[in-house]
């Protein structure tokens, strides 16, 4: 891997990789898979105390104390978010502010101190800059950035840890999922306990790993992704293992409410305004099974499935099918999300933030 090419600055005087040019892959073969950067970005803070300083550091392991609070007690978020290029050369993000404020609110949770909205935004914007030869031609896909806020210092007894560490690592990504989506409805196992109090409404590490064994399960069995339903009846849809759902019926939209148990996704919160400013009705609240069942279209939204129309959905023996293609209402989302995100669009709402070569 050849390094980057040119040299900036930042703020502080320090000098920063900017690569103007492209890294040497086959931006057509992108996956969702990991393809290491040449940069992270690390930042650390001791329990007690506020972050202030971070660095860009070659992308590479990082060394842990095996009674870390991560590995042990599973005290660790993570956010998810892209970069896209412009068919003029600009990279835009799109909404840093709320994956920092989702981060700040699951740190309050999980009692870590966390970056301010500012430093996690800089930060990012950091490392776009330092990686920016990863960022994917128009068209060609995205680079997606993935902060961690992980306790890595190291104890004992059940506890928060002494020490915090900010990480941002990023990677260029194609499609998450190929076509639209099978989805199993899963009635054994929930992902988040019900009412307010869980984690749910946090991207905390602890939520993923407990969807693995449904999920592997659907798999094996020919589905996408699984569905999954709130804990308390099992009457009501929550959410797929990692994006929210939505479904029509007539011109009316809706979507399971947030209410502590479902991830309040910044794509969920930009597709209902977007869904409003074409004309249809959006509701955010308890949706059956069976309601569901009777929708005439139904769509997941996430950053990294972006809108993506459901083909199926099959609970217990019954599986109904949705309508997919160019002319659903998820397409037309989509469509104009997309547009917006790589700047084909007008940004009416000042979703996008660019990044410029220095900052
Ligand atoms: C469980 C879960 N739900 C929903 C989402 C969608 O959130 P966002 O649109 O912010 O990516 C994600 C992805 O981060 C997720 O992990």
Redesign the pocket.
Known sequence: MSPPSMLGNRKDGSEIAVAENYADINWDELGFSLVPTDYMYVMKCAKGDKFSQGSIVPFGNIEISPSAGILNYGQGLFE?LKAHRTEDGHVLLFRPDENAQRMKRGADRLCMPSPSPGQFVNAVKQIVIANKRWVPPPGKGSLYIRPLLIGTGALLGVAPAPEYTFLIYCSPVGSYQKGALNLKVEDKLYRAISGCGGTGGI?SVTNYAPVYTAMADAKANGFSDVLFLDSATGKHIE?A????VFVLKDNAISTPAIDGT??P????KSIIDIAIDLGYQVMERSVSVEEMLGADEMFC????VVVNSVASVTYKETRVDYKTGPATLSSKLRKTLVGIQTGCLEDKKSWTVRVDSTI
């Open positions: 998810g991207k959410e293992s990692a994006c929210n479902i991830l996704g910044i794509t969920r939204t996430g950053t990294a």
